[in-house]
C-alpha cells in the first residue's frame, strides 16, 4: 500500500472514530437533577414543625318546608370557623346526595360563621322524586384544596310516599 492510499483511510478512519465519539457522548447518561442547599453559620435557627387541623363543623340542622303537609324544600344551617368567602382556604362545603335541589347559600357572623342554605325542590322533580319517598343526606366538610378535609357531619332528610310526613334526622 502506497502512502498516498494511506492518507484517504486513515481520514475515513479519523472520520469514523470522531462520529463514534460524539454519538458515544450524546448517548451518555446525564446526571440527575438537585436542589442546591447551602448553609450559612452567621444565622443558626431552630424551630418545631407540626401538623395542621381543620376544625370541624357543628351545630347543624335540617328544617324541612311543607305546603299542604307536602315537602316543598328544606333549610340546612351549620357552624363554621371559615367565612363564606375567604381571601384563602379553606372553606366550607354542602352536599347534598342524591340531590335535585336548588339552592342558595348564606353566611352571618363574624366566627364563628352561620350557614344557611335553603333547598328548594323543583316542581316535576319533587313530584317524581318523592312518588314513592325519597331519602337525602346532607354532609358538610370543612375543606382546603380538594384533599385536605375535616370531619364531617350529617343530616338525613326522609320523606313518605308524595313527599308527605318529612323528617331531618
Same mark, same amino acid.
Given at each position: 500500500?502506497?502512502?498516498?492510499?494511506?492518507?484517504?483511510?486513515?481520514?475515513?478512519?479519523?472520520?469514523?472514530?470522531?462520529?463514534?465519539?460524539?454519538?458515544?457522548?450524546?448517548?451518555?447518561?446525564?446526571?440527575?437533577?438537585?436542589?442546591?442547599?447551602?448553609?450559612?453559620?452567621?444565622?443558626?435557627?431552630?424551630?418545631?414543625?407540626?401538623?395542621?387541623?381543620?376544625?370541624?363543623? #357543628?351545630?347543624?340542622?335540617?328544617?324541612?318546608?311543607?305546603? @299542604? &303537609?307536602?315537602?316543598? /324544600?328544606? $333549610? =340546612? *344551617?351549620?357552624?363554621?370557623?371559615?367565612?363564606?368567602?375567604?381571601?384563602?382556604?379553606?372553606?366550607?362545603?354542602?352536599?347534598?346526595?342524591?340531590?335535585?335541589?336548588?339552592?342558595?347559600?348564606?353566611?352571618?357572623?363574624?366566627?364563628?360563621?352561620?350557614?344557611?342554605? #335553603?333547598?328548594?325542590?323543583?316542581?316535576?322533580?319533587?313530584? @317524581? &322524586?318523592?312518588?314513592? /319517598?325519597? $331519602? =337525602? *343526606?346532607?354532609?358538610?366538610?370543612?375543606?382546603?384544596?380538594?384533599?385536605?378535609?375535616?370531619?364531617?357531619?350529617?343530616?338525613?332528610?326522609?320523606?313518605?310516599?308524595?313527599?308527605?310526613?318529612?323528617?331531618?334526622?
Amino acid at each position: 500500500m502506497s502512502v498516498a492510499e494511506r492518507g484517504p483511510r486513515r481520514r475515513v478512519a479519523i472520520a469514523l472514530l470522531a462520529i463514534g465519539a460524539c454519538a458515544a457522548l450524546l448517548a451518555w447518561p446525564r446526571p440527575a437533577l438537585t436542589d442546591a442547599a447551602y448553609t450559612d453559620t452567621e444565622y443558626v435557627a431552630s424551630g418545631t414543625i407540626s401538623a395542621g387541623s381543620l376544625s370541624n363543623p #357543628t351545630n347543624m340542622t335540617c328544617t324541612p318546608m311543607k305546603a @299542604l &303537609g307536602i315537602i316543598t /324544600g328544606v $333549610t =340546612v *344551617t351549620w357552624q363554621s370557623a371559615y367565612p363564606l368567602t375567604p381571601t384563602t382556604v379553606p372553606t366550607s362545603k354542602l352536599t347534598a346526595n342524591p340531590s335535585s335541589y336548588v339552592s342558595t347559600i348564606s353566611s352571618s357572623g363574624t366566627g364563628p360563621f352561620t350557614y344557611t342554605m #335553603t333547598l328548594n325542590e323543583g316542581l316535576l322533580g319533587g313530584i @317524581l &322524586g318523592n312518588a314513592l /319517598g325519597s $331519602t =337525602v *343526606t346532607f354532609t358538610v366538610v370543612n375543606q382546603a384544596g380538594t384533599n385536605w378535609q375535616s370531619a364531617s357531619i350529617t343530616k338525613t332528610l326522609t320523606t313518605g310516599a308524595l313527599g308527605l310526613n318529612p323528617k331531618c334526622t
